[in-house]
């Protein structure tokens, strides 16, 4: 799951489907894809996008 306290209320309201990028710690861009998991939060899971390249 992807969680940043500025993107989280955005990707609380993405779909399954949606590709969505997320800056991690060392400041790189990562894309990831949100799958059809529903979380207790109301968020999807996501899969990183580098891993099916």
Do not use: I, K, N
């Not at 990707?11 to 990028?21: D, E, F, N, S, Y």
């Not at 991690?24 to 990562?30: A, L």
């Amino acid at each position: 799951m992807l969680r940043s306290r500025t993107h989280e209320d955005h990707l609380a309201r993405q779909g399954a489907g949606a590709r969505v990028p997320w800056v991690g710690p060392t400041g790189e861009e990562e894309w990831f894809e949100l799958t059809d998991a529903l979380l207790p939060d109301g968020t999807y899971a996501a899969e990183p996008l580098a891993l099916y390249r």
